[in-house]
C-alpha cells in the first residue's frame, strides 16, 4: 500500500513512523523538503511535482486543512475524508454554518463582512470573539473584543478584501475537551477517549484523560462522522459551559494534537488507526491502557529544554520533532502514563515547571 499525505508537518511524522509498522510507503506533499514527514517518508515532492505524487499513491490523506483548491482537484479521487469535508473545514464560516443548520449545538454566532464588523459585534454582550474564515490555526486570525471596537479596524486591515469573519458569543467555560473517532469504509466507527484540553491564547498547551462522561458528545461525534460519510479520523472540540450547555468549538477531519497522547496511552494510536481506516485495515482498538496526558513543547530549541530532567519522570515519553525554532511553534512534545489520574497530574505538574516553570495541572 502507498500513502500519500497532503502536509509534512509533525501529524504526518508521527503518521509514517506509525504506518511503516504495516510495511506500507509513504508519499509527502508539501511546499518544503525538510519538513519532519519528508525526513522519514519513502520520498517528498512539492506542489509543483503533484503530478508525480498522485501516480505513485494508491490513498491520499492530509495532515492539514489549508490546501489550494488546484492541489486538491488534482488529488481529490484518491483522498480520505473526502476533498468535500476538507473544503467543509478549510472554512471555519461554512463549517459552523453547516453544524448550526444541522442542528449541532454551536456557540450563538453571525457571519459579517470586514464593513459590518461594528454591527455584528454590537449584537453580542462584550467579549465578542472575531474569527477570520480561513487560514487560522493555534488561535491566528482569532481575536477577542473588550469593548475595545478600535481593534476591529485593525483586522480589517491584515485581512483581504471581502474576506468573511465568525462573530462569535465568548462562551464562559468550565474546561475544553475533544472526542477523536475513527470510521472505515463499512461504516464501523470507534471513539477515543475524552480528554480535557488547556489552551492559552489559542494553542494546546496539555491534556489529559478523564474519568466524566461524555455520552452526548460521543453521540454527536458518532452522527457527524456517519453525516460526513468520514473514512478516517474526524475529531471534534467542545467547550463545557459554565451554564450547562456542550457546544461544539470546531472540528477536524484528520489527526490531531489532543490525540498524540495515544501512542502511548491507547491500544492503538490515532495515527495508526488512520492509517487502517484509509488503507481497508480492521480498525484498531480505542481502549485506554493506562490515564494518560500529554505537554506541548512550545517556541523551544533542542538545547533549552532539559531532556535528562524530562525523561528521569517515570512514564514520560519525548517527542522531538526537529523544526527550526519559531515563536510559539509546536517544537514537540511529551507523553504521559501513569497508575491513575492523579499520578498523571502530578508528572504534568513536574513537566509544566521543567519546560515553562510552575502552571498547577
Ligand atoms: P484555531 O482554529 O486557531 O485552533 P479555535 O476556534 O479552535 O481556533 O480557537 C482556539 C481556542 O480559542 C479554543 O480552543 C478556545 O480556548 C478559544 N476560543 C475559541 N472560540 C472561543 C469562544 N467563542 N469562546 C471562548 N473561547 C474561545
Redesign the pocket.
Known amino acids: 500500500m502507498r500513502i500519500g499525505i497532503l502536509g509534512g508537518g509533525q501529524l504526518g511524522w508521527m503518521t509514517v513512523l506509525e504506518g511503516k509498522k504495516f510495511g506500507f510507503e509513504f508519499f509527502i506533499l508539501d511546499k518544503t523538503k525538510t519538513s519532519p514527514a519528508c525526513r522519514v517518508a519513502d520520498g517528498c515532492f512539492d506542489y509543483e511535482e503533484v503530478d508525480e505524487f498522485v501516480r505513485l499513491c494508491d490513498v491520499v490523506t492530509y495532515e492539514f486543512e489549508h490546501i489550494s483548491d488546484e492541489i486538491l482537484e488534482n488529488v481529490s479521487h484518491l483522498t480520505l475524508p473526502s476533498v468535500g469535508v476538507l473544503k467543509l473545514k478549510k472554512s471555519?464560516v461554512e463549517e459552523k454554518l453547516f453544524l448550526k443548520r444541522r442542528g449541532y449545538p454551536v456557540?450563538n454566532f453571525v457571519v459579517a463582512f470586514g464593513e459590518d464588523l461594528e454591527s455584528a459585534v454590537a449584537m453580542f454582550n462584550f467579549p465578542v470573539?472575531v474569527?477570520s474564515e480561513s487560514l487560522?490555526?493555534?488561535?491566528?486570525?482569532?481575536y477577542l473584543i473588550k469593548e475595545d471596537l478600535g481593534k476591529l479596524k485593525t483586522i480589517k486591515m491584515n485581512h483581504r478584501e471581502r474576506e468573511r469573519f465568525l462573530v462569535?458569543?465568548?462562551?464562559?467555560?468550565d474546561f475544553?475537551f475533544s472526542i477523536i473517532g475513527v470510521r472505515n469504509s463499512k461504516g464501523e466507527i470507534k471513539l477515543y477517549p475524552p480528554t480535557i484540553?488547556y489552551?492559552e491564547e489559542?494553542i494546546?498547551i496539555y491534556n489529559k484523560t478523564t474519568n466524566l462522561n461524555f455520552s452526548l458528545a460521543e453521540e454527536i461525534v458518532k452522527s457527524l462522522m456517519e453525516e460526513l460519510n468520514i473514512v478516517g479520523l474526524l475529531c471534534v472540540?467542545f467547550?463545557h459551559a459554565k451554564d450547562g450547555r456542550i457546544l461544539i468549538?470546531?472540528m477536524a477531519p484528520r489527526t490531531h494534537n489532543t490525540g498524540h497522547w495515544t501512542l502511548d496511552g491507547c491500544y492503538t494510536s490515532q495515527f495508526e488507526n488512520l492509517v487502517r481506516a484509509i488503507s481497508g485495515l480492521p480498525l484498531g482498538s480505542t481502549k485506554l491502557k493506562s490515564p494518560s496526558g500529554m505537554i506541548n513543547i512550545i517556541g523551544k530549541s533542542y538545547e533549552e529544554i532539559d531532556i535528562r530532567r524530562i525523561l528521569s519522570m517515570e512514564g514520560t515519553k519525548l517527542y522531538w520533532y526537529g523544526k527550526e525554532k519559531r515563536y510559539r511553534r509546536k517544537m514537540g512534545h511529551i507523553n504521559v502514563v501513569g497508575d491513575n489520574q492523579e499520578d498523571v497530574d502530578k508528572k504534568l505538574d513536574y513537566l509544566n515547571d521543567v519546560l515553562f516553570g510552575a502552571i498547577k495541572c
Open positions: 471555519k456557540p470573539v474569527k487560522g490555526y493555534d488561535g491566528k486570525g482569532q462569535e458569543e465568548f462562551v464562559d467555560f475544553e484540553n489552551h489559542g494546546l472540540e467547550f468549538n470546531e
